[in-house]
Structure formats: structure tokens, C-alpha cells
């Protein structure tokens, strides 16, 4: 399978907890984002990167929100101290030239 | 504020016939944009684009409309098939990022 794969699918963490999330995009699209989703909602953007520099950052983004790509190709986002409002759909997508975004399956995140 | 607007959150119609998705935009700069599917458990999967120069891009079944006086794009989906069924979202891209309204959800009947 050569889409973009997220894991884990599914995460459950108690709130004040750290995770970890990871995307790893189609091997040969230099650009990546990470969006979040929340029921009845589109992704909303949270982050770019162009190879490993991180280009874009929505104000979303609180400081307890930090993403990596430290080689140009997986990326992850981590989360500290979680909160009950961190629960969504975190998604991942890449693309090379195109305009067209793939993106992966999801990581589902629910904060107790 | 939201930059992407699709305004209505859901869209019946019988298979055979016409599906048209709207979708409003607020900033004149976005360079283009996009139509997203998506089924449950799935993540969003491009469906057509349309850069901000033209005002029609045709791909099959899919029709994507632009009006950038209204700012205002339309998908056309004909004939309409039940595999259609899914959450249709509308992008728009500018500034490196996309912007996706809040979708609608087509069903298509047989």
C-alpha cells in the first residue's frame, strides 16, 4: 500500500497525559500537513512542512501542540497535557506538485 | 472567521439526476480549489480542482463552476449514482494551506 498511513488509528488517554501521533506520506511528496477534525466539521489546518521545515502554523496551534519532520519524510504530532477539547479526528495528508492532497486514515483521539 | 462556507449540510436526490454542492469563499486570494469525498471511517479523497483563472473544469461525471465575482463555486455530479454517497468537501488553497468548509452530505437514492 503506498498511501499515507497515520497510526495509531485509534488513541484513548486520560486527560493531563502526552501522546504521540504519527504520519508517514507517500514516499515521494516532499510537502505534509496535519489537520484536525471535529464531528460536523472540515479539517481544519493545523501545520505544513516543505521537506523537514515547517512552513505554516495556524494560531490553532496552542503550545502544547508541536509537529516534527526531522528527515523530510514521516512526521509526527505530539500533545501535552492533554484536554477533553484535544478529542477529534487528527488527520494527516501529503502532495508533491499537484494541487491534490492525500491524505491518510485518521488518528481518532479521545481524552478522558 | 469562516473563510469557506458550504451551506447546506446535507443534499437528497434521486440516482439518474443532477447533484449541485455549493460553496462560498470570502478571500479573493486563494490561488484555487479543490472537492473532497469522503466516506465514514475514511479519510477525505480528492475528487476535481479548479485553478482561480478558469471558470470550469469538467472531469467526467464532475463538473467544478467558478464564479469569482459571487466568489462562489458549485460541484455538478451527473448522472448521480448511490456510490456517490458521501461527504462532499470544498477547499480553497492560498498561502501554502486549504481551507475546507464543513461539508455536505450527499445521498443519492436508486
Known amino acids: 500500500d503506498t498511501g499515507v498511513s497515520q497510526n495509531p488509528r485509534h488513541k484513548i488517554t486520560k486527560r493531563g497525559q502526552n501522546v504521540t501521533f504519527r504520519c508517514d506520506p507517500i514516499?515521494?511528496?516532499?510537502?505534509l500537513y496535519w489537520y484536525r477534525q471535529t464531528l460536523g466539521q472540515g479539517p481544519e489546518f493545523l501545520t505544513y512542512?516543505?521537506?523537514?521545515?515547517?512552513?505554516?502554523k495556524s494560531r490553532l496551534l496552542s503550545d502544547r501542540f508541536s509537529a516534527e519532520r526531522p528527515k523530510g519524510s514521516f512526521s509526527t504530532l505530539e500533545i501535552q497535557r492533554t484536554e477533553q477539547g484535544d478529542s477529534a479526528m487528527y488527520l494527516c495528508?501529503?502532495?508533491?506538485?499537484?494541487?491534490?492532497?492525500?491524505f491518510g486514515p485518521g488518528t481518532r483521539l479521545t481524552v478522558l | 472567521d469562516q473563510q469557506v462556507k458550504q451551506n447546506s449540510p446535507s443534499l437528497s436526490v434521486q440516482e439518474g439526476r443532477i447533484s449541485i454542492l455549493n460553496c462560498d469563499y470570502t478571500n479573493s486570494m486563494f490561488d484555487y480549489f479543490l472537492w473532497y469525498k469522503k466516506y465514514p471511517a475514511e479519510g477525505p479523497t480528492f475528487l476535481i480542482s479548479i485553478s482561480s483563472i478558469k471558470d470550469k473544469n469538467e472531469d467526467g461525471r464532475f463538473t467544478v463552476f467558478l464564479n469569482k465575482s459571487a466568489k462562489h463555486l458549485s460541484l455538478h455530479i451527473v448522472p448521480s449514482q448511490p456510490g456517490d454517497s458521501a461527504v462532499y468537501f470544498c477547499?480553497?488553497?492560498?498561502?501554502?494551506?486549504?481551507?475546507f468548509g464543513d461539508g455536505t452530505t450527499l445521498t443519492v437514492k436508486p
Open positions: 477547499a480553497a488553497h492560498g498561502a501554502g494551506k486549504s481551507t
Open positions: 514516499s515521494e511528496h516532499n510537502r
Open positions: 512542512f516543505q521537506n523537514e521545515a515547517q512552513l505554516e
Open positions: 495528508a501529503s502532495r508533491s506538485s499537484g494541487n491534490e492532497q492525500f
